[in-house]
């Protein structure tokens, strides 16, 4: 029995007279060697050798514009070099931590939350990740409730205190997180102790894949015990997922030579070392927490989060606020 088989060829077409093949499909006959298969059929089958007529794609690029490998020209990643030999402007973090206090979220302080506070901030971390750039955040309690200011008061001892402090950074961090995948950012919160039904358990590993994933990551509770702030949280898991930078958003514009409301003519200071924060106890963040930041030569930026587009700025590595622990030009260096 003889099978049509079809066969693509194409003809030679003239540069003068079009820019695409044109294809043109015969048919030869086929002898079978399983006859008894193919004669127990009632119909005729084809068997295509070639389907395809053209490199030419729907946008009209042709395998000029590609590279041999067929990648396009431009690259995906940012801070690496396109495959056309130009680069796109190299950023200065891949990853971040960004420590946000509870009195900053409180705005106004009409309201322990003030949504305007939250949207501002996702906007602006949502603007950042576009960028492949991976957030992570550590939330504070204090626009609801300070355990070290409670304790003792009716019987309640610090530790007591400090974990009622410890639910209350759970529940800025569920309403962070609620207000960012409104915009569409995933966003995962992840709890230093198990809270199952409402956030995930503290993972490392599962923090560390969240990222990668492009998804920002939420730290709430603390570190899970008493006697320690979310300052020192926020350095502890900045080293832990290997972030690069501890970000501390605030209410002031950075760190000052003075208490700017007790004297006006306080100058911020553009760059601290550990040791002038902990000789002349500065109060950016407790001793343990700037402790932890030196011993891993994490550099600490301390920003006025009210100021619109400084998240993203912080984020990006531009000149903001007081950065501790280097030099502005040592970290453009770096990078």
């Known amino acids: 029995m003889a099978i049509p088989l079809p066969l693509t060829s194409y003809s030679p077409i003239s540069t003068s007279s079009s820019s695409s093949s044109i294809s043109r499909t015969s048919f030869v006959p086929l002898t079978s060697r399983q006859g008894n298969f193919f004669s127990d059929q009632s119909f005729s089958r084809r068997l295509p050798i070639s389907c395809s007529s053209s490199l030419s794609s729907n946008n009209g690029s042709t395998p000029e514009s590609m590279n041999g490998s067929g990648l396009n020209a431009q690259s995906s990643f940012p801070g690496m070099p396109s495959f056309d030999g130009t680069s796109k402007p190299p950023l200065k973090w891949r990853r971040v931590l960004l420590k946000v206090s509870g009195e900053a979220l409180a705005g106004d302080e009409e309201q322990n939350i003030d949504p305007k506070v939250t949207m501002s901030?996702?906007?602006?971390?949502?603007?950042?990740?576009?960028?492949?750039?991976?957030?992570?955040?550590?939330?504070?309690?204090?626009?609801?409730?300070?355990?070290?200011?409670?304790?003792?008061?009716?019987?309640?001892?610090?530790?007591?205190?400090?974990?009622?402090g410890m639910l209350a950074t759970v529940m800025n961090a569920i309403f962070l997180q609620a207000t960012m995948e409104s915009i569409g950012i995933p966003t995962r919160v992840q709890t230093a102790f198990r809270m199952s039904e409402v956030a995930e358990p503290y993972i490392r590993r599962r923090a560390i894949r969240h990222l990668e994933k492009g998804r920002v990551v939420i730290f709430a509770a603390g570190t899970g015990n008493p006697f320690f702030t979310t300052d020192t949280a926020a350095a502890l898991r900045c080293a832990e997922i290997n972030a690069e930078v501890v970000l501390k958003a605030t209410n002031v514009d950075g760190v000052f030579d003075d208490d700017p409301k007790r004297n006006p003519n306080a100058r911020l200071l553009d760059s601290l070392t550990y040791q002038e924060v902990t000789s002349k106890d500065l109060s950016v963040m407790d001793m343990t927490a700037i402790t932890l930041c030196q011993e891993n030569n994490i550099p600490v930026v301390v920003f006025n989060l009210s100021e619109p587009g400084n998240i993203a700025k912080a984020i990006?590595?531009?000149?903001?606020?007081?950065?501790?622990?280097g030099t502005w030009n040592s970290i453009v260096a770096a990078t």
């Open 121 to 164: 901030i996702a906007r602006e971390v949502a603007a950042v990740t576009r960028l492949g750039i991976e957030v992570a955040i550590v939330v504070g309690g204090g626009n609801i409730f300070r355990g070290s200011t409670w304790a003792g008061c009716s019987g309640l001892d610090r530790s007591s205190a400090d974990y009622i």
């Open 316 to 325: 990006k590595g531009e000149r903001v606020g007081t950065l501790i622990g």
